[in-house]
């Protein structure tokens, strides 16, 4: 499939790409974010969400393709990525829903646990799979997992959220190499680990010492984390950081944990420092 675009991803240019892209929780945030970079750079782009008048309001100005969707509910993947696969084949999926739970594991109940995990592991396992077997089938096919850097150690006040995304990068790793295993060398399993972002995920946030650790590095907005995400899109890595230097730090951090809770005084009174910031800087609310 041939969509004009400019070689900055702007109509008038010429560029390829190998079908259409379904990115999951993009009725707002990074998600719709996402949504937009690729769109830009000449991918037809189904935007889906929960909320289907939110996603439907979301796809209008980059097509008008969206569909509610309940990453959770595994047919429902299944529908989407067969819907996708019928403009030229399915090239890229990215799961992107995710919820973010604060506070020390022993404070949520179980429904709360099973909820995080639902979404944020299994919703993105439904994804990837409803994706791979279109994928397997026509031969090539990206997934693109928006894990977190909470993916890549253990962030403290997060630690629900955090096993969500860890046992993600596990799961998206190990597919990567049973595909390779088993002879498909175009489908691809990428991770997206940035940094914490500015997006209404934290926006309530700046007052909740759970999230410290958010704000620990370097608050990002959404457009730059889409632009890598659209550069990701394009040439597939197994795991890519936001920013790299940040991906250094937490797994260095992760290979040292007496070291890590040692300096944990010191790192979570960085992240208070950060959300004092983030508050001076909007006033308490989104920018």
């Known amino acids: 499939m041939t969509i004009p675009t400019t070689g900055a991803g702007h109509p008038t240019g010429a560029a390829t790409v190998p079908g259409a892209a379904v990115v999951t929780g993009a009725a707002g945030g990074l998600g719709q974010a996402?949504?937009?970079?690729?769109?830009?750079?000449?991918?037809?782009?189904?935007?889906?969400?929960?909320?289907?008048?939110?996603?439907?309001?979301a796809a209008a100005p980059l097509g008008g393709w969206s569909r509610a969707l309940d990453v959770r509910d595994e047919a429902a993947c299944a529908d989407v990525a067969a819907?996708?696969?019928?403009?030229?084949g399915l090239?890229?999926?990215?799961?992107?829903?995710?919820?973010l739970v604060t506070g020390p594991s022993w404070e949520h109940d179980a429904a709360t646990r099973r909820r995080v995990l639902e979404v944020n592991?299994?919703?993105?396992?439904?994804?990837?799979?409803?994706?791979?077997?279109?994928?397997?089938?026509?031969g090539h096919g990206h997934v693109l997992n928006v894990v977190s850097l909470a993916g890549l150690v253990a962030a403290p006040g997060e630690t629900v959220y955090a096993a969500s995304?860890?046992?993600?990068?596990a799961f998206s790793i190990g597919t990567q190499a049973d595909l390779r295993l088993a002879g498909h060398r175009d489908v691809h399993v990428s991770c997206l680990c940035p940094d914490g972002i500015w997006t209404p995920m934290l926006h309530d946030r700046l007052d909740d010492p759970g999230a410290a650790?958010?704000?620990?590095?370097?608050?990002?907005?959404?457009?730059?984390?889409?632009?890598?995400?659209?550069?990701?899109?394009?040439?597939?890595?197994?795991?890519?950081?936001v920013?790299?230097?940040?991906?250094?730090?937490?797994?260095?951090?992760?290979?040292l944990p007496g070291a890590a809770l040692r300096l944990l005084p010191a790192v979570m009174a960085v992240g208070r420092a950060g959300q004092r910031r983030q508050r001076r800087r909007t006033g308490g609310g989104p920018y």
Do not use: C, Y
Request: charge should be positive; hydrophobic fraction near 50%.
């Open 165 to 169: 995304k860890h046992a993600l990068v």
């Open 91 to 99: 090239g890229l999926w990215v799961n992107n829903a995710g919820i």
């Open 83 to 88: 819907e996708a696969a019928g403009r030229g």
């Open 243 to 255: 920013p790299r230097w940040r991906g250094a730090q937490v797994r260095l951090l992760d290979a």
């Open 34 to 57: 996402i949504a937009a970079a690729l769109h830009a750079d000449g991918w037809p782009v189904l935007l889906t969400d929960l909320d289907p008048d939110a996603v439907a309001a």
């Open 121 to 138: 592991t299994l919703g993105a396992m439904n994804g990837t799979l409803a994706a791979l077997a279109v994928m397997r089938s026509q």
């Open 213 to 241: 650790a958010s704000f620990t590095g370097t608050l990002l907005t959404p457009e730059r984390v889409a632009r890598r995400a659209a550069r990701l899109a394009r040439r597939p890595r197994p795991v890519v950081a």
